[in-house]
């Protein structure tokens, strides 16, 4: 373990890295989706002379650069901020291997950055079809992103059938394809969404129920591509990390629950828009943008709870610690960062804590251990991985273990003593 904890026991590194990264990719998602509309619906704008159109293409504009630049870029920084501190080896191996990968991804941003801010700053002063050429830029550009993140993440999940030699065989892993299709659907449904919101504002009751009419049309087919891709995602995991996703993880079986709700609520509130325009308030319009929400952020947290126990699959566990260390050897020794007060608990820091916190809402230790005495629990800390093959094997020495176990049956509250039982022994505790 090369690097010291970020430690947060009531929180959870995993729980601030799901806020701020369902946060933005929401946000960059719709800045993929997004930039399609706005020359889609220009083109529309310029064929048909549609002046009320093009003034609501306006003002879309200036609210789509805020959130995508403003907001996006916020954000972006964020996942930066909070994945080298919570997960510092994952990251830097990862930077190890696609260091050329992101250096490619920051010059895409660029060419977004620059684009999209002249496309912004140059209605009415530049010809259409100029205009609308440098709105492809931007949508090229970003689609990009899209492309290069994208075969990072999912090698991450699947790194390749055969141990990666090259970078193009760790980028074009076995779920790069889906992935890529699922995510461009995603997108495609995200923005709609955010169209439909914008129209929702529009004071011309008129146009916004057109826009809303097309945009949930759009989203309604993106949605439908997104189920297939989501499909096919599935099937190109390995066969341990299906069975994960199809039941043996229950985080994941909760987590997949609210998805299908939230398809479910799209479905049914895409189908009323298509239908009965008219009946999008504002209301109806930011509730479908919130359960596109929810919906990405079932999808991230399936994807990252089905990698678990693994940060990189294969390769690292997600406390950091490479497979091919020696499970039984002597673990503290080797962290030149713990401290030695309690060992139990800086063992829990080390091996546990990247999936389980101290009494905080996502995946307490405290309830998960409840009813288990010191014995028991130090039995089965000794098969983590085989009884739920999620979690890694615990790396450590017999006493080591038991410690960890002395360590968490000791935060267990403490039962109530009857004061009929005080009042009979006659002494306090
Ligand atoms: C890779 C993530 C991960 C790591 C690391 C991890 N756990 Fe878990 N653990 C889980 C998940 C997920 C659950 C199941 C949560 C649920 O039921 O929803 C779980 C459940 C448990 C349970 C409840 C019993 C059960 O079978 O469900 C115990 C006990 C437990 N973990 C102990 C530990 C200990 C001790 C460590 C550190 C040595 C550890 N875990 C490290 C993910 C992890």
Known sequence: MNYPVWYLPAIGGGTLIAIIAV??????????????????????????????????????????????LVLGALTGVGIWFVISLVQPAGTSALIHRFVFIWAAEWVLFLVEIVAITVYLHTFDRLPARRHLTIGRVY????????????????????????????????????????SLLLRTCLAGLLSGLFVSAAA????????AGRLTRITASWSLLALCGALPAGYWYLRSLPAPVQSLVEGASPTIVRTLAVGRWAVL???????????RPARIGKPVALAGLATGLVLMGSFEWTREAARRPFVLHGSMFSNGLRVDRATADPFLPDIPWSRATSAGRELFKFQCYACH?????????????????????????????????????FMGSDE??????????????????????????????
């Not at 997004?34 to 003034?55: C, F, I």
């Open 23 to 68: 946060t933005h990719v929401f946000i960059s998602h719709f800045a993929v989706g997004g930039g399609l509309w706005l020359v889609l619906l220009e083109t529309h704008a310029w064929r048909r002379q549609d002046k009320a159109l093009y003034q609501f293409i306006r003002r879309f504009a200036r609210f789509f650069v805020f959130v995508t």
């Open 139 to 178: 949508c090229t550009a970003s689609w990009l992103s899209l492309f290069v993140i994208n075969g990072i993440i999912t090698f991450m999940l699947t790194p390749s059938a055969a141990a990666p030699t090259s970078i193009a065989d760790s980028f074009f892993n076995p779920t790069f394809w889906p």
């Open 200 to 207: 929702a504002f529009w004071t011309d009751r008129d146009l």
């Open 265 to 275: 609520a799209l479905v049914i509130g895409l189908l009323l828009a298509v239908w």
């Open 357 to 393: 916190t101290l009494g905080g809402v996502n995946n307490d230790i405290i309830k998960r251990t409840r009813g288990m005495d010191e014995a028991t629990l130090a039995a089965y800390i000794s098969q983590l991985h085989a009884i739920r093959p999620f979690m890694p094997p």
């Open 400 to 429: 080591e273990r038991r410690a960890l176990a002395t360590y968490l049956t000791g935060l267990q509250p403490r039962p109530a003593i009857p004061a009929s039982n005080l009042l009979q022994s006659g002494s306090l505790p």
